[in-house]
């Protein structure tokens, strides 16, 4: 029977000593208080003798009032800027704002009770809660919905709200900190004025990162995959992930690089990789992504390599490995990629187990004050959209950031969900050291200029503690001091700079490209009788379930194709998935809609009608095959891009695809496609064999659905960083999927995908070509004899089938015409080769004619024009225009067809003579 029921039927006499269990046995302030309150008018009603006591109820109640605004909003009142005063918040917390009065201090309260120190005066419960919630540590979680982890947030605090540390862990974290304030201060005199974005301000970083991995090791965690941008980012490369101190000062001297094309990146970019030991002896890897200068690009990179790592090497157990990102306020406020990367957190295709969200929190973005930039109370408020607690720290309080990084591992290890720690510090210099910031925060500079480091607060208190001497200081600075002017020495040895790929174990069974690679056709043939097999497999469903009568029939009219020999296009792309999953590839595609396919033609996730079981055919082809994990997308580019960006990046040996739902929406990821997919190779050397699908072409449907750009992604290549694609049959689809693992080196694909030929009857290919062919970087016509041809016309993608049936309009057989219609299906690298011989076979005095879809001034022909000189190049396209096609069909028609005419006006016989 409840409490409730126990008060509305005792009599008087019992009625304290029920109030008093109560409380005493109270968990849930939230669900028991609420029942005890209903019953309390009933109380009142029926015993008036009581009255002392139903007068201390109300008191209770109000106590229980006064706890629950601590809880909720504590964390306005801390102590947890260390150069401001905080901003004023009202209510505040005064006794008298619940209803309490002075002389109510003194009194006893069994709501005591709730916060863990039992029945106390209310002057000691206002105290336990003030060093509970308004001291260094500001914390906020009374939004979460689950009441367990509430409650574990709370017996982690309340409980346990300051952990007394014993003197080694004390003199461990002074010695971080002696390494973290002590290279900052060698940099700024050994290389004034050159850019470090150095940490001095927020030096409790690194104490507080390797409070994680020591926490960590202790909690049975392997690994740790870290994003951060370059606040910093030298100290932690040098005192977390043991890079080494010449390695870092040469990097200073702005040497050649060994490689003498490679063109690098800045000291402060770098990724790097690690193995550790922790104080008790576990081993650890570390993994420190690159990272472009635009901020927070890294973090969903790093969640696809962390979930890359847990699916192939961690046997998906999440609690194994740990996200680490680490944000600036500015960034962490104001740039969405945030948001997208938070809400994927805890879906099935994106989750990693919880991400440590650490802020460094300078309190200025650039030169911009933290009130122009956010509307926010606080830079990570975004926390609560996914209701993730979040620590508000006060960075020179060492042994608090300590605390607060412990808390939030644990926290993350029990329930799998990211936290967010706000270390609250400074910046001593501008945004980097060459920067004035006295022009922007006149008054906070010269606060900061008076300022003690946390080096120095923590010594001193150290030293009042009596667990260090007043000349040990002095002695750690020295003698770290000393070491790294020794490192310094050794750098001026090392003569030219060698940037080291950092996940380099990973790759290193893969070499770096040649150009002759691209010259040669790669083996992608597989046996014809094993390839029917998988045909017929990957269109059989398990029987017993119910399924929808459209799916059967689709995938009857799949295993018919067989049989008439004309392969469709999701048949060549399956069959490519197929073959390589036998061979023991993994495969991963995301995106939005991609288990259907945006166009209804992929259909690579069955759902039964009646319980919506989901069957995946390409998993039930054999005991030995790998797996193929396909995920519908949330509605982003920009974070899913990223994640199947970072999953590349640690699965060498797997398919890694990325679709976008329309080819144009790839414009929403531009920063991954700039900063990273184009130019990591050059920057950072590191290779990644992600496949981008964008489906393209000119159907009438508008500006928006219609290019994928093509033109953007042309201006990108160089050096063979990456390939762009355009097939026009499911077969060379086929190959080239398979070509995507058959080299020995890796790049990024971006293929143009159809939407028309998915179903176009002459979009169709034998068998055969599937069992015996390679990858066809240009195909010749060979519907027409070399003699008769005075005209070629060079194109791509579905506007070869719409010029070839424009031809055959005319009524004197393909044989005899004089224009030959060839297709270019990979842009780039161009297949200069290829094209020559074509060149050679038609004879170059021929007229060679570039025909796109798109407007002059976007498709390939500016690429084709500055690439391929052989020959002299006409273009036949859409005129110049600001948007890529007409939202009419009837326009969209009449500009078609005006290619289409001008294409045929080349023809030996008149347009007149085309038969309607």
């Known amino acids: 029977m409840d409490k409730y029921s126990y008060l509305s039927n005792a009599d008087s006499s019992t009625v304290e000593e029920l109030y008093n269990q109560y409380l005493q046995d109270a968990n849930s302030v939230e669900d028991g208080w609420r029942r005890f309150f209903e019953g309390f008018e009933f109380a009142r009603s029926n015993f008036e003798e009581s009255g002392a006591v139903l007068h201390n109820m109300h008191k209770e109640f109000k106590v229980i009032n006064l706890i629950n605004g601590y809880r909720s909003r504590g964390h306005l009142f801390t102590k947890t800027n260390p150069v401001r005063e905080r901003r004023t918040y009202k209510p505040t917390l005064e006794i008298e704002e619940f209803g309490l009065e002075k002389s109510d201090l003194n009194s006893v309260f069994q709501a005591g009770a709730e916060i863990g120190i039992g029945p106390k005066p209310l002057n000691e419960i206002i105290q336990h ?61 050994k290389f004034v004025g050159q850019k470090r974005f150095s940490l001095e301000g927020g030096e409790a970083l690194i104490p507080a990162l390797d409070a994680l991995i020591e926490k960590g ?31 870092i000062f040469s990097e200073f001297e702005g040497k050649e690089y060994e490689d003498s094309l490679f063109d690098g990146d800045v000291k402060y970019h770098l990724g790097y990789s690690c193995e550790i030991e922790s104080g008790e002896g576990n081993l650890l890897q570390l993994t420190l992504a690159p990272n472009p200068s ?38 962490v406020a104001g740039q969405g990629v945030v948001y997208e990367v938070v809400q994927m957190a805890q879906l099935e295709g994106y989750k990693t187990g919880g991400t440590i969200h650490v802020v460094i929190n300078n309190q200025v973005g650039f030169t911009t004050n933290y009130k122009d930039s956010r509307s926010s109370t606080y830079c990570t408020d975004v926390a609560k959209t996914t209701l993730c607690p979040v620590l508000h720290v006060n960075g020179d309080d060492i042994e608090a950031v300590v605390q607060a990084m412990d808390i939030a591992l644990a926290y993350r290890q029990e329930f799998s969900r990211d936290v967010f720690i706000d270390l609250l510090c400074y910046r001593k210099y501008g945004h980097n050291e060459g920067d004035e910031p006295k022009f922007t925060q006149p008054q906070l500079y010269k606060a900061i200029a008076k300022h003690p480091s946390p080096r120095e607060i923590y010594l001193k208190q150290l030293i009042y503690q009596k667990v260090v001497g007043a000349n040990e200081g002095i002695a750690l600075e020295k003698a770290f001091d000393d070491m790294l002017q020794d490192r310094l020495a050794d750098s001026k040895q090392i003569e030219k700079a060698y940037v080291t790929h950092f996940m380099e174990k990973k790759w290193a069974h893969l070499r770096r490209a040649t150009d002759a690679d691209f010259e040669t056709p790669s083996k992608t043939s597989y046996n014809l009788k094993a390839l029917k097999e998988l ?66 033609h992929r259909h690579a996730v069955i759902k039964t009608e009646d319980t919506e079981e989901e069957i995946i055919p390409l998993n039930l082809l054999s005991n030995k095959q790998a797996k193929l994990d396909i995920y519908n997308s949330p509605l982003s580019e920009y974070g899913v891009l990223g994640f ?74 160089a050096e063979n960083n990456m390939q762009i694609a355009n097939c026009t049959t499911p077969a060379n689809f086929f190959h080239l999927l398979r070509r995507q693992l058959k080299r020995e080196f890796r790049k990024p694909l971006v293929v143009f995908t159809p939407k028309k030929l998915l179903r176009y009857p002459r979009a169709v290919s034998k068998i055969d070509e599937l069992a015996n062919g390679s990858f ?141």
């Open 129 to 189: 809660l003030e060093d509970t919630y308004c001291q260094s540590i500001g914390i906020e979680y009374q939004y979460i919905r689950h009441p367990n982890r509430v409650e574990w947030i709370r017996n982690n605090v309340e409980l346990h709200n300051r952990p007394q540390l014993d003197k080694n862990r004390k003199t461990h974290i002074l010695h971080k900190l002696n390494q973290a304030t002590v290279f900052e201060q060698f940099l700024q005199k």
């Open 644 to 717: 199947d960006y970072g999953y590349a990046f640690n699965t060498p040996d797997g398919l890694i695809i990325w679709e976008a739902q329309f080819g144009d929406f790839n414009n929403g990821a531009q920063i991954i496609f700039d900063q990273f997919l184009s130019a990591a190779e050059d920057k950072w050397g590191t290779m990644n064999g992600l496949v981008i699908l964008l489906p393209h072409g000119y159907e009438g449907m508008g500006s928006e659905h219609s290019s994928g750009r093509l033109e953007r992604f042309l201006t990108l290549c």
């Open 535 to 600: 045909a017929i497999k990957l269109n059989t469903l398990p029987e017993g379930r119910k399924y929808f009568r459209k799916i059967v029939k689709l995938l009857k009219d799949r295993i018919s194709m067989l049989e008439s020999d004309k392969l469709d296009w999701a048949m060549g792309e399956l069959l490519a998935y197929a073959t390589l999953l036998e061979e023991g590839h993994p495969i991963r595609i995301s995106g939005q809609d991609v288990e259907r396919g945006t166009f209804s």
């Open 217 to 247: 090791a202790t909690l049975g965690v392997k690994e740790f995959v870290m994003g951060m941008a370059h606040r910093g980012r030298l100290n932690v490369l040098a005192n977390i992930f043991n890079k080494t101190y010449d390695a």
């Open 294 to 331: 635009h901020l927070e690009a890294v973090d969903p990179v790093v969640e696809g390599i962390s979930r890359s790592k847990i699916d192939h090497e961690l046997n998906g157990d999440f609690s194994k490995l740990v996200p680490i990102l680490i944000h600036g306020d500015a960034a």
């Open 776 to 916: 066809q970087e240009v195909i010749d016509d060979t519907s027409v004899k070399a003699k008769n041809v005075d005209t070629v016309v060079l194109c791509s993608g579905k506007l070869y089938y719409d010029i070839v049936e424009e031809r055959e309009r005319f009524g004197n057989g393909e044989d005899d015409s004089n224009i030959a219609v060839v297709r270019v299906e990979q842009l780039y690298p161009l297949p200069k080769y290829q094209l020559d011989a074509i060149v050679e076979k038609y004879g170059s005095e021929c007229k060679f004619i570039w025909a796109q879809e798109e407007p002059e001034n976007m498709g390939a022909w500016s690429f084709m024009l500055r690439r391929y000189r052989t020959v002299h190049l006409d273009c036949v396209s859409r005129s110049e225009s600001g948007s890529p096609a007409s939202g009419s069909p009837k326009v969209h028609q009449i500009r078609h067809q005006a290619i289409l005419d001008q294409l045929m006006s080349n023809l030996k016989e008149p347009l007149a003579s085309i038969k309607k």
